[in-house]
């Protein structure tokens, strides 16, 4: 539906993550269209964006760990249209959880039977329903929508076989509303999980930077360190959006652009403000997705602090002050980054957590004493940098009946779009993801006005 037939679409993309990335490089693709992107950070990559600790470091390193998986096809595919498969490499690390003190390899049938504190006929149990959601031959996750996880694999697995391994694991993603989450989330995850993991050569922004480029080889203006303050519908159809631009010599500078149509590519929290005129239905609906907030300490050691170990998930129940450890540089040559090696310690938590308010200096300390439960010789002066960031939109909650609340791409108000990580379900939220549902938000723009 073109309202001006005279002239270019114009069509306003915000955020400039990979979703927004994605849409704006199909959409510049498509038609007869004037794009313009808005991002409010000073680069362009929103949660898969890289910094540089260091000057000497060779590549960027992602502020909130990321990897991809050998089967998410819709980024893999994009890397090669843009031309860029050389930057992908594909890595066997090795994943372990940590379990009264030690560590053990459970991403495996082997390693899971070879699991010493479960019995025999525990472990087959919990290998056959594994096995039953991996391999389903018809992937039953509407169906698993309105079962909750917590119950159901209690159920299968044997309480106690669940309470070791499974639980905390749940209880440690999504705190205190772990016995919410619905079992199509759980499924997804065992069902996409690869033991082989990809990465790009140059990190994530590697990625990303050519696929910014490319999107500015079709035409498409990108505004850094530019916030939307407000998206108002015209009476005439269309929408304002005035922005501010910030981080300059000379202060903020405000402008008001008009557009056709708009995609948001921001939180649910966020689309609520900048559009309180959509309908209360809609804006209800928005303000019913939970999610959780992530906080992701970077430190960087003069030495390894595990042998060989890339992933270790840290259940709440060992009484440790993180969620999860990863060992970059055991999967990433350290010499990428002038020999540091570099470990992530996160946790998601809610964004009322002392973590959001606490000082870099503070939660350093706090984490800097569990690593010794994980290399005995552990010295707090083996630490030369640290990097605190933290993010209150990361991860969402998909509670049981999750399907039936996700808010359309198409909202209420014509030409408004959004997608958002917690429209993607029943996957997890990732850059893959963000690439299908960019892409998808840009075939129903083509398909409305193109």
Known sequence: MRTHPDRPLRIGIIGGGVAGLAAAYELAGAGDAEIHLFENGPVLGGLAAGFKGRASWDWPLEKFYHHLFTNDDEIIGLTKTLGAGELL??????????????????????????????????????????????????PPWRAFDRILA?????????RNAYAKIWQPMLEGKFGPHFQDVNLAWFWARVYKRTPRLGYFRGGFQAFIDR???????????????????????????GFNVRSEEHGGQNGARRSSRDFDAVLATVSPGLLQRLT??????????????????????????????????YWVNVPKAEGLPFLVLVEHTNMIDPDRYDGDHLLYLGDYLESSHRYF??????????????????NSDFRP??????????????????????????????????????????????????????????????????????
């Not at 939970?290 to 595990?306: I, K, Y």
């Not at 939109?393 to 998909?398: K, L």
Request: glycine share 6%.
């Open 381 to 450: 002066d083996w630490v030369t940098g640290a990097w605190l960031h933290r993010a209150s939109y990361a991860q969402p909650v998909p509670f049981r009946g999750y399907a039936d609340t996700i808010p359309e791409l198409r909202t209420p108000l014509p030409g408004l779009y959004f997608a958002s990580m917690s429209q993607v379900y029943p996957w997890d939220r990732g850059t893959n993801y963000a690439v299908e549902i960019g892409r998808k938000a840009a075939t129903m723009i083509t398909e409305d006005y193109l």
């Open 276 to 309: 309180p005129e959509l309908p209360e239905s809609f804006l209800s609906r928005l303000a019913s997705l939970r999610h959780m907030g992530a906080v992701v300490m970077t430190v960087a050691l003069d030495r390894p602090l595990l042998k060989k170990t």
């Open 211 to 237: 696929l910014g480029d490319a999107v500015r080889q079709r035409g498409v203006t990108i505004e850094t360190n530019t916030a939307v303050r407000s998206l108002t519908p015209l009476p005439a159809g």
């Open 150 to 158: 917590d119950e159901w694999l209690a159920r299968k697995m044997g």
């Open 89 to 138: 490499q594909i890595h066997r690390p090795s994943t372990v959880i940590h379990y009264r003190g030690a560590n053990y390899p459970l991403d495996s049938a082997l390693n899971l039977l070879q699991f010493p504190h479960l019995s025999l006929a525990q472990k087959l149990r919990m290998g056959l329903v594994l096995a039953y959601l991996k391999y389903h031959p018809r």
């Open 357 to 374: 308010s606490m000082s870099q200096e503070e939660l350093l300390a706090e984490f800097l004493p569990a690593l010794s439960r994980f």
